[in-house]
């Protein structure tokens, strides 16, 4: 995936939190990664080394338990509330971006996305 000056831009003005969450959001909805890249997002060690993240970036939302509790981890919210679609599945995303994540966020969508 190619992105331009312009774009990249754009891009920066956006907190990093908000850019991860429209952006997977777009990605998962529109089937834009592949069965075997979702997976690794659901493992923690590989959300560390790519991403500098310590929670797996996304999570299967357990239909047992409440939304909310799906989101906690140790008591703490670390999950967005509002899950994300793929191939009927339901995912989180983990909240706990910040911005020294920006890079390593990039560089992944422009390796990874197949069209954005």
Known sequence: ME??????????????????????????????I?????QNLLKKDYSKFTFN???PILKKVD????????GLINGNPRYYAKPIENRETEYLLTNEWKE?????????????????
């Open 3 to 32: 992105i331009s000056e312009s774009e990249k831009k754009e891009l920066d003005k956006l907190k990093i939190g908000k850019l991860v969450k429209n952006t997977i959001s777009i990605i998962l909805e529109k089937d834009l």
């Open 34 to 38: 592949s069965e075997n890249e979702i």
């Open 53 to 55: 993240v310590i929670f």
């Open 63 to 70: 239909k047992k338990i409440s939304l909310k509790e799906n």
């Open 100 to 116: 020294y994540n920006r890079e390593d966020f990039m560089n992944w969508l422009k390796r990874k996305v197949s069209d954005l």
